[in-house]
């Protein structure tokens, strides 16, 4: 029972800690409310769980076979999260009732934990720290992901209620557009220390 404790609080504080997941989330909620911004909500929480099964069935491995494979993934990471920086900080307009101003979907948002540099070190971390080689090994893989799967949506969703009520002051588009701005700042301050990594020269 300690076990499922220590696991429930790891998963609790990684998941509403800041991060990329929660920015986006928070912002979605704020521009398009709590409703438009669920399959965002949804693909985050479920893509993240396939993605801590994965990594534990070996996938993570991968990066030991090929080491090139893990600084091409955080470039592009990196480059994406920048690009939905810059997207955040131009969705002001969505008060001025654009149609074609839609938050992220659920295909989007499961597909971003694979570039999320954040995530692969939660994912990491969390199969690292629980669990053990043995014949358990899969049933404790399957118990932290179901975990994160229960802790992450409301979790993640405090955010989108967060952005949701904040939405009730945001009425101007000047207000909606600095808050959008401080987002998209960020989001984009997440991935300092990554690009700091990247363009530091070896040794």
């Given amino acids: 029972m300690d076990y499922l404790y220590a696991v429930v609080l790891f998963a ?3 998941s509403v800690t800041p991060g990329p997941n929660n920015i986006m989330v928070m912002s979605a909620g704020a521009n398009f409310g709590i409703r438009r911004s669920l399959p ?3 693909g985050i929480c479920i893509g993240f769980t396939l993605m801590l099964l994965l990594v534990g069935l070996g996938f993570g491995q991968l990066f030991s076979l090929f080491p090139g494979l893990h600084l091409i993934i955080k ?3 990196t480059l994406y999260l920048l690009y ?7 969705s002001a307009d969505e008060i001025t009732g654009q149609p074609a101003a839609r938050p992220l979907g659920f295909l989007k948002g499961a597909l971003f934990q694979w570039v999320n540099a954040k995530a692969w070190v939660v994912a990491t971390g969390a199969i690292a720290a629980f669990t053990s080689i043995g014949a358990d090994f899969y049933q404790q893989n399957l118990t932290i992901a179901l975990t994160f799967f229960v802790v992450s949506f409301p979790s993640v969703g405090l955010w989108l ?3 949701s009520l904040l939405k009730r002051w945001l009425t101007s588009t000047l207000a909606r557009r600095r808050f959008n701005h401080a987002m ?3 989001l984009a301050l997440s991935v300092a220390p990554v690009m700091y990594e990247l363009l530091s020269p070896p040794g």
């Fill in 161 to 163: 209620l967060f952005g």
């Fill in 84 to 90: 939905l920086a810059w997207l955040i900080a131009r």
């Fill in 40 to 42: 965002l909500l949804a």
């Fill in 12 to 14: 609790i504080s990684a």
């Fill in 184 to 186: 998209a700042a960020l």
């Fill in 75 to 77: 470039w592009v990471g």
